[in-house]
């Protein structure tokens, strides 16, 4: 079975700051697909990045990073110098490589950056 | 070009009536997904269409639910003797072929149904 667990509820930081969202997931595949995606409170899901598990090279884009660590089974985003327009509700998901083409979505953090 | 659209963007139905939300997806898209988020939740998957065909439907609940994409393009999502137990943000995604894992499932901003 596939679970992903984003174990922190709500975060609120102040603008600027820093912020490291946790993604840890579960899998018996060696082969996988994990995503981050956006949920502004217009309510619709925003693609940010798509990881395979056979790359483990951390990815940066603009402030946003992601740390990928297959040892730990962890997925983690980083917003650097965040942003009011930063708030959101974010999801880690995972997806087979074989077979079943659905997305397993965590809770999500809701993300607060305040100004 | 145009995203994924889904109608209508809220839904108020009482309890025992049928519902039906719409989705279309992206021009071209063969794949085209059905989620469903409650409140505070993650999305969770309930029925993936492969151009006409439901190739995998493991997410419905039960037999109230029921989804058809005649023309392999728009779909509906059928409930039927709705629940209060129904009300969420039901959502819709497609991808360009959804035989490849790494694909992108875009998705649309959601109907939001709240079941009286």
């Known amino acids: 079975a596939q679970k992903v667990t984003q174990a922190q509820t709500e975060i609120s930081v102040v603008e600027k700051e820093d912020v490291t969202l946790d993604c840890v997931y579960e899998?018996?595949?060696?082969?996988?697909?994990l995503f981050w995606y956006k949920q502004p409170p217009s309510g619709e899901l925003v693609f940010l990045i798509r990881?395979?598990?056979?790359?483990?090279q951390n990815e940066i884009s603009g402030r946003y990073s992601w740390n990928f660590q297959k040892s730990t089974s962890s997925f983690n985003f980083t917003i650097t110098a965040s942003q009011v327009v930063d708030s959101a509700v974010y999801f880690c998901?995972?997806?087979?490589?074989?077979?079943?083409?659905?997305?397993?979505f965590g809770q999500g953090t809701r993300l607060t950056i305040n100004p | 070009g145009a995203g994924v659209s889904q109608t209508p963007s809220n839904k108020v139905t009482e309890k025992g009536k049928y519902v039906e939300l719409r989705c279309d997806p992206i021009?071209?898209?063969?794949?085209l997904y059905w989620y469903r988020q409650s409140l505070g939740q993650g999305p969770e998957f309930l029925i993936y269409?492969?151009?006409?065909?439901?190739?995998?439907d493991s997410g419905l609940p039960n037999d109230r639910f029921f989804a058809v994409r005649p023309e392999g393009s728009v779909s509906t999502l059928k409930i039927q003797r709705t629940e209060r137990g129904d009300s969420a943000v039901y959502l819709c995604?497609?991808?360009?072929?959804?035989?490849?894992?790494?694909?992108?499932?875009?998705f649309g901003p959601g109907t939001r149904l709240l079941v009286l």
């Open positions: 995604a497609s991808s360009l072929t959804g035989e490849f894992a790494q694909e992108t499932q875009y």
């Open positions: 899998t018996r595949d060696t082969t996988y697909y």
């Open positions: 990881r395979n598990s056979f790359d483990e």
């Open positions: 998901a995972l997806r087979r490589r074989w077979g079943a083409q659905k997305l397993v």
């Open positions: 021009s071209g898209h063969t794949a």
């Open positions: 269409f492969q151009g006409t065909g439901a190739a995998d």
